[in-house]
């Protein structure tokens, strides 16, 4: 008896392994992270230098959204004209991001890792005009553009 069940959970497990074997599956949400990767990939990975930021604000004035926490706000200042919603709070304030989803965003943070991250959800959500300030307020600040207090 004990044989015989030993070969059926055999049987069993193989009929299960090439299930396994395939690999992860394709998802929605994979599929258009896919698509944004290839997009970023063809882009310059979707950044932008803080001089021709500047001269995007200057003439066309993006939406800016600073994904920094409060206190990097209040200490080191922010790009005037900016909204801040830190990255983890992003999902739960959309309220505060444009209606319009082919409207210019310009995301930044302090050194440009969580803007990337802030800039990639902004494209899953479908937002088709956005970049990632290259550097965050640190490279801003070393190229000796403007900061508010």
């Known amino acids: 008896m004990k044989r015989i069940l030993a070969t059926l959970a055999g049987f069993a497990f193989l009929a299960l392994v090439p299930a396994f074997a395939q690999g992860p599956a394709p998802t929605p949400g994979s599929e258009a992270f896919a ?10 990975w979707l950044q932008v ?25 209040d200490q ?10 830190p990255i983890a709070d992003l999902p739960n304030n959309l309220d505060k991001l444009p209606s319009n989803l082919d409207e210019p965003i310009l995301v930044y ?11 990639l959800y902004l494209k899953m959500l479908g937002y088709s005009n956005v970049k990632n300030i290259a550097g965050g307020l640190g490279a801003w600040t070393s190229a ?5 207090q």
């Open 144 to 148: 000796g553009l403007p900061v508010a």
């Open 76 to 85: 080191n200042g922010y790009i005037q004209g900016a909204v801040l919603v």
């Open 109 to 119: 943070c302090a050194a440009g890792t969580r803007g990337f991250y802030g800039m």
């Open 35 to 44: 698509k944004v990767i290839a997009e970023a990939s063809q882009a310059g």
């Open 49 to 73: 230098q803080p001089e021709a930021a500047l001269q995007q604000i200057d003439a066309i004035q993006p939406f800016l959204l600073d994904v920094r926490n409060q206190s990097e706000w």
